[in-house]
């Protein structure tokens, strides 16, 4: 993760289009991968760091989930009625546990580059590699303009489509909903937040490490 230099192994549309601004959005056809020659990002000779980002939805109505009940006996979670929402996003660091949670009422690309730029922000002299999925706001577009203007602190990573099991962050958002979320109601909606929030920095980092597979 030192190289100046990296090579894109998947013809990703996003990553073409900032290695060649006259990158047409049309994928290379299949009869053509063998002479198919990736083209290089070229990197500064800073230690990398390397992210897992996500987005998970905070939900005001709990969502159920398997319960111990007396058998017989109906199970019953209080609801708000009409539901409201807020979007926790993460970078969970590889190896090291370490990482960036924050809640947004929104998950568009504007709070998207909002996040990188602080994560940017907490790590001023490394070059961070930012593992995402497919979703239309972390390949769309209008990112191209900051990520040209970021190529010497950040570059994002592809993951193939629908693989959420490749990225080691969807591990952390089920421990969340298992022991904070599922089956529980919270008064409002920023309880459910500032619960959550408190939750995140008290969980001990072995928990984060044992997570993405890990131990100390």
Known sequence: MTSEHTRLIVPDEQLLRLVNPFYATDLIPPQNYENYVAPEILLPRLR????????????????????YRIKGTEYKVNTPGRNQRMYILGSLEYPGGGGLYEI???????????????LMDMYPKDYLFVVRDNATSHVTPKLDTFLRSAK?????????????????????????????????????????CEAIVEWLETLPIERFLSLMGLSP
């Open 48 to 67: 990398g760091r390397l992210f897992f980002f996500d987005e998970a939805n905070l939900s005001w109505c709990p969502e159920s989930g398997r319960i």
């Open 104 to 118: 947004y009422p929104h998950k568009r690309h504007q709070e998207f580059q909002a996040h990188l730029e602080h």
């Open 152 to 192: 010497d602190k950040l570059c994002l990573v592809p993951l193939p489509t629908y693989s959420p099991h490749l990225n080691l962050i969807e591990r952390l958002w089920h421990y969340m909903r298992d022991n904070m979320t599922r089956s529980y109601f919270y008064v409002k909606l920023t309880a459910q």
